[in-house]
């Protein structure tokens, strides 16, 4: 058994929004103990005088543990998928970045801009609520640093 007092530190200019906070204990890739639990952000702050901030995590030992960060940027596709009326996107950031990440319908045109602010290095998940859209195809944009991906999606009411 492992007991932590532990504290995640999120920063004050993240994206408001659901997220899901996952544990994982093991050696990479197995997973011996894992548990989650969701979390609401409400606000964004972005006072700072840096654009960029540290999801910072304390309480293992006596040194922050540092987090894992991926060696290149990625977009995953959404799941699920098809969704109604919320998915979930997650894309990764080899380096502190500029994101924009937007949905676009068939004909082009811009629905929903999800995220549009500067996010640290690292794993990345938004849920976008579509319950305001139609059933269809959409695209979901990801531009961060010189890296853009598209991918697919669609809503089924």
Sequence with gaps: SIFRSMTQTVPASAPAGNYTYWGHVGANPTAWSEDSFPFEKTAVDNSSSSPYQ?????GWGDDA?????????FLTQNYPNPFNPETT?????????????????VMGQ????????YLDAGYQMVVWDASSQSSGVYFYKLHAGDFTSVKKCI???
């Design 54 to 58: 540290t999801w910072a995590l304390t």
């Design 110 to 117: 811009r629905v929903a801009t999800l995220i549009d602010g």
């Design 65 to 73: 543990v540092s987090i894992e960060t991926p060696s290149e940027y």
């Design 89 to 105: 996107i997650e894309f990764g950031l080899k380096e502190n970045s500029k994101v924009t990440l937007e949905v676009y319908n």
């Design 155 to 157: 809503i089924m009411k």
